[in-house]
């Protein structure tokens, strides 16, 4: 059976998550993903395999919580590999989102056809602030659902710096509007990590951890969707995947986490780029 962690929602201080399986031994797990510290409670449930944790997140990051909570189950299931899975959220776009995209679109279309008229530059504008107002809905509706904002919403920064320089609104509208709601018209069930668990180290007293991508299995629209991603990440250090939330635990622990269990001294992580 493929070993699952199906990340359901975290707001600051809380996460939920469920294992795709019956833990064999929940305390057990919980009391090693624990000996981290600012790890105030784990809750779990036995019917729908979920998991509750309450976390101080200035002591401990989520990422660092979902990395342990692997190795632990990979611990009670023979260090089979276990994956780390967001699923997408397929919400409908609003009129807001598909005013700005037409906006956007039509001015991709001046700029084309008469890139220097002032109804390119007018339709710039309008593109920047349909999709800014289009974003700030997005993030007002997921405040009222989830009781957080997605991370993308950040973009937003990014579109409002391009707008005080006042040139080239284009292509940081399209990049904002296309990380914010790309995801809508994405094949893309969701996406996640891959952890190979295996003994390392005198008298095998490590853990390494080797993390890799969950392969997509979109089509063109997921590519756009990445490339949108990758781009705005290079511009502003945004960075909204698993993947690349999880290597950032490299600047604060160097290589490693702390280890788990009794004769456990620490987890080793390297990543397949």
Not at 67 to 74: G, H, L, Q, T, Y
Not at 146 to 159: A, I, T
């Amino acid at each position: 059976m493929e070993l699952r962690i199906h990340l359901l929602h975290n707001i600051p201080g809380r996460l939920r998550f469920r294992f795709s399986k019956t833990l064999m031994d929940a305390e057990k797990l919980k009391l090693h993903v624990m000996e981290h510290e600012g790890i105030y409670s784990m809750h779990y449930s036995k019917p729908t395999h979920s998991m509750l944790v309450h976390f101080d997140e200035s002591v401990v990051d989520i990422q660092e919580i979902l990395i342990r909570s692997a190795v632990a189950f990979s611990l009670e299931n023979n260090l089979h590999q276990v994956q780390i899975f967001r699923k997408t959220e397929h919400q409908f776009i609003t009129a807001k989102g598909i005013v700005a995209g037409l906006s956007i679109a039509a001015s991709g279309i001046s700029g084309l056809v008469a890139p220097k008229s002032p109804m390119s530059k007018g339709l710039d504008w309008l593109g920047a602030v349909t999709t800014s107002a289009a974003v700030l809905e997005h993030a007002g509706y997921d405040y009222r659902k989830k009781g957080s904002v997605d991370p993308e919403v950040l973009s937003l920064v990014f579109l409002a710096n391009k707008m005080l320089s006042g040139n080239n609104l284009f292509f940081p509208s399209l990049l904002t509007w296309l990380v914010t709601f790309g995801r809508h018209f994405s094949p893309r069930d969701g996406e996640g990590i891959i952890l190979k668990i295996s003994k390392t180290g005198d008298e095998e007293k490590n853990y390494e951890v080797n993390v890799s991508k969950i392969a997509p299995k979109g089509g063109y629209l997921d590519i756009v969707n990445l490339f949108a991603e990758k781009m705005l990440s290079s511009e502003t250090g945004f960075d909204n995947t698993i993947f690349e939330k999880s290597k950032t635990l490299l600047t604060s622990h160097e290589t490693n986490l702390e280890g788990i269990g009794e004769n456990v001294n620490r987890i080793i992580l390297t990543f397949n780029q």
